[in-house]
């Protein structure tokens, strides 16, 4: 046998007793993950947040939307929300629509777009009550930062039981 040869022999020996000496791997058996939808969630607010429902909106469609706040009563609605947002032109691509369960009526769907400067931005609950059906919110716009970025904070809710919502915010500030 030429060198060559032995040298080929040496591996692939190597290599077989290799693959036997090893242990095998542990099988392992993925743990159960509930769904989204079998976990609760506790809100201490009567409302959902439903901001994940609006992502689809552009920057440019929520800056010209900004401080406006929307109340959407069902299906139809919603679809004319998108219309609207699509038909301005202001997206480069058309919107991308998330469904709502509106429950035929039980739930609505409210909110806005708060317009500052800064690095980062949130709302804050104020306070919050229903009176004659109506829910109000008041929050407060808060910007944090010196960064010199445009920012649109959406604050979108679902809710049920009553006729209307009414969301006022108080300007801006930055701490």
Known sequence: MNRLGVCLLFVTLISISSCNILPPLPTVTPAPVA?????????RYPWSDETATLLGICFEAAYD???????LHNASE?????????????CRQPV??????????????????????GCTARHDVLRYGIAQGILEIELQFITEGDCPY????????????????RILVRP????
């Open 35 to 43: 769904s989204p939808s079998a976990v609760a969630t506790v809100s």
């Open 172 to 175: 801006p500030t930055n701490p």
């Open 65 to 71: 939307a900004r401080e406006r706040v929307f109340v």
């Open 96 to 117: 991308t629509r998330h469904p709502f369960e509106f429950e035929d009526g039980k739930r609505m769907l409210a909110g806005l777009w708060s317009y500052g400067w």
């Open 150 to 165: 445009e920012l649109i904070q959406p604050f979108w809710v679902g809710t049920r039981g009553v006729n209307d919502v």
């Open 78 to 90: 919603h679809i004319e929300f998108y219309d609207l947002a699509d038909h301005s032109r202001l």
